[in-house]
């Protein structure tokens, strides 16, 4: 055959390549509002907010309390999410235990020594996970530090700041939550990041924004602090979800449901408190590096 195979043509240098199509720059799977009755909407919500309420009970004792009652019990339960965490990773019991009450005693210390002192402990953690773990130690160095340090955050966040900067910090927290469950039930629209956690969406993800900045400005106005209290609300609501979406990413890696048993039929502490733990350590960068309360006028 005189033709030429089209298969073994020469591309013609001359003609420009056609170019690949770029996909859109936004591109959602969607969530469809929830339809049922009122009665089944929210068939979830009842345990949740039971849960919440003894939690938030104890929780307010504590800062009430405060000194070396809530530092205790803020180290008993990093302790706790730690030995989760590694009941999760499948690193084995002994290790768990070792890392956990590492993890406890060396925050009870480092909260009650000085700066310069305990914060030498509490590398005492990561550095123990690398020399234990053999599989995932990068998580397993990792989260334990982010961990502690949020554990000493909120111990460091109470001594400087008081029990209703505290509150606020909590109800930052549980605005974002709340007011981000109604809204994504509700409203439904695009997810999240649905490969991590399926039922999150970007309206619920906006309304707990919403809720936080909401807090933020009766703090403002009641605390006399300056209008940055919004955005800083706002900002810790955003890593607080970041919190949330962290332990989602973990416990789906390992195929796991719940951290734990450990709040019968509601899972575990690091479940519980995982949006309060991405709270605290954007709270931790925020009283480093600005002025906090802020400054009534700016």
Same mark, same amino acid.
């Given at each position: ?34 339809? @049922? ?160 956690? @399926? ?93 906090? @309360? ?5």
């Amino acid at each position: 055959m005189s033709e030429t195979d089209p298969r073994h043509e020469r591309a013609d240098p001359a003609r420009p390549e056609a170019e690949e199509e770029e996909p859109p720059l936004f591109q959602f799977e969607m969530q469809d509002p929830i339809e @049922p009755a009122l009665a089944g909407r929210f068939e979830d919500l009842a345990p949740r907010l039971v849960t919440a309420l003894l939690l938030l009970a104890v929780g307010l004792a504590s800062i009430w309390i405060g000194g070396l009652f809530f530092t205790a019990l803020i180290s008993l339960a990093v302790g706790l999410m730690i030995w989760e965490l590694a009941t999760i990773v499948r690193t084995g019991p002994r290790r768990a235990m070792l890392l956990a009450g590492t993890g406890g005693v060396t925050l009870f210390l480092s909260s009650v020594l000085p700066v310069g002192f305990g914060l030498p402990l509490m590398m005492l953690v990561p550095m123990l996970a690398i020399a234990v773990i053999r599989k995932h130690r990068r998580l397993m160095v990792f989260f334990p530090t982010a961990i502690m340090l949020a554990g000493l955050a909120l111990t460091e966040h109470l001594t400087n700041f008081g029990f209703w900067w505290m509150i606020w910090l909590i109800l930052v927290v549980i605005a974002s939550d709340v007011m981000g469950y109604f809204a994504g039930r509700m409203l439904g629209g695009p997810k999240f990041w649905p490969r991590v956690s @399926p039922k999150k969406t970007w309206s619920g993800t906006i309304a707990g924004w919403v809720g936080a900045g909401i807090v933020g400005l009766i703090w403002a106005i009641w605390m006399d602090a300056g209008w940055e209290t919004i955005g800083i609300s706002v900002a810790l609501a955003m890593m607080a979800q970041m919190g949330d979406i962290a332990e989602s990413a973990v416990k789906r890696r390992f195929g796991v449901k719940d951290s734990s048993n450990l709040l019968p039929g509601h899972g575990g502490l690091f479940d519980r408190f995982d949006a309060m733990l991405g709270a605290a350590l954007m709270l931790l960068v925020i009283e480093s590096v600005a002025e906090f @309360p802020p400054i009534p006028g700016v």
